[in-house]
């Protein structure tokens, strides 16, 4: 017997890297009208490099361990003058103790980063993750936090960066850090800021490069659907303005947090649309839950993101996906 063709869609979309997880899935992918990509492993490559350690000064005492904890060194809490202390090597090790356990990208960056350099990484422990935030963990005996720079409050669409933030005011070094991330996110990279007890000691500029098929997928997808898609991102105005801008994409939704990348989506299908949402991370999970068709990107792509999915890239080309929308209308009007 031959094959029903929606059942020969997801063969031959499984022979092109893309795995359909069932026939409704693949008779729904040729029926979207609007697509919703994600940032940071989606558009981007999803294997950034840390391009900047910024430290910053009085930033504390020198990080204690075998080395720095003979006699003579300043204990806990007590500070030293004149400049930083922490070092980049220090800091380094500190945000990447407090990573190690994390499967974000922008983790794996740090964890590099440190490797790359040779630095000795302390054991964590108590390490939590909030999704579209960053991490803390208990580091010798510190509290660390690692992640984005707080956001305005309010709504988190369409903000303007970190002018009037929390990281501002937290400690001495609070408005060197806001300039630090803003001065960062200016030349496009995602910032993240690294607390101790609370207080900044640092601020690390990451990037990541463009998918080389991302502007032409963006483009072959707006002909498909006869809709520009939109980028939901967690990630900064700034960084998301500019990749924006490579793709050809207008309208950027930035500083999301994933229950407003859910709202996103169910504002646009609330209005009727039948939206696709391409993503990869944590933080996306819901927003695939909530859409018409989720699509997880493969090798990036978080174990909830590719569960939650209704279909996987495997071969992580996003160029796969224009064309999994054809090859489902044209099983479509095979079926009837
Ligand atoms: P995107 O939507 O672009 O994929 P995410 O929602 O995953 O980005 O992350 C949003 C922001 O939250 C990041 O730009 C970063 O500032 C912060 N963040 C998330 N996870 C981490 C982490 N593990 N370490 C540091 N920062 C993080
Ligand atoms: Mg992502």
Do not use: W, Y
Request: proline share 7%; aromatic share 0%.
């Amino acid at each position: 017997a031959t094959m029903p063709p929606l059942l020969s869609a997801i063969a031959t979309a499984g022979r092109h890297g893309v795995l359909v997880k069932s026939a409704v899935v693949m008779e729904r992918l040729g029926r979207v009208d609007a697509v919703a990509l994600d940032k940071t492993g989606t558009l981007t490559e999803g294997t950034p490099r840390v391009t900047d350690v910024v430290e910053l000064p009085g930033a504390g005492p020198a990080l204690s361990g075998p080395k720095s904890a003979g006699p003579g060194n300043t204990g806990p809490g007590s500070t030293r003058s004149g400049g930083p202390v922490l070092g980049r090597a220090g800091l380094l090790a500190l945000a990447a103790a407090a990573e190690r356990s994390s499967e974000h990208p922008l983790a794996r960056a740090i964890v590099a980063a440190a490797r790359e350099e040779g630095v000795a990484v302390p054991e964590a422990t108590d390490f939590a993750s909030t999704p579209g935030e960053g991490v803390t963990a208990t580091v010798l005996g510190r509290t660390i936090a690692v992640g984005a720079p707080p956001r305005p409050t309010g709504t988190a669409a369409q903000t303007t960066a970190s002018e009037t933030t929390a990281v501002q005011t937290t400690a001495s070094g609070g408005t060197a850090a806001a300039d630090a991330a803003a001065d960062l996110e200016r030349r496009g990279r995602t910032a993240v800021v690294v607390l101790r007890d609370g207080a900044p000691v640092g601020v690390l500029g990451i990037a990541d490069r463009l998918r080389p098929d991302a502007a032409a997928t963006v483009r072959d997808l707006t002909a498909l659907t006869g809709a520009a898609p939109v980028l939901l991102t967690g990630d900064n105005p700034r960084a998301a303005a500019l990749v924006a801008a490579e793709v050809g994409i207008t309208d950027v939704r930035a500083g999301l947090l994933p229950r407003d990348k859910v709202a996103a989506v169910r504002e646009r299908q609330a209005a009727g649309g039948k939206v696709m949402v391409i993503g990869d991370g944590v933080n996306d999970a819901p927003a695939l839950a909530a859409a018409f068709t989720g699509l997880a990107m493969g090798r990036a792509g978080s174990d909830l993101a590719l569960e939650t999915a209704d279909a996987v890239v495997v071969r992580d080309e996003l160029a796969a996906v224009p064309a999994l929308v054809t090859l489902s209308r044209r099983a479509r009007r095979l079926v009837v």
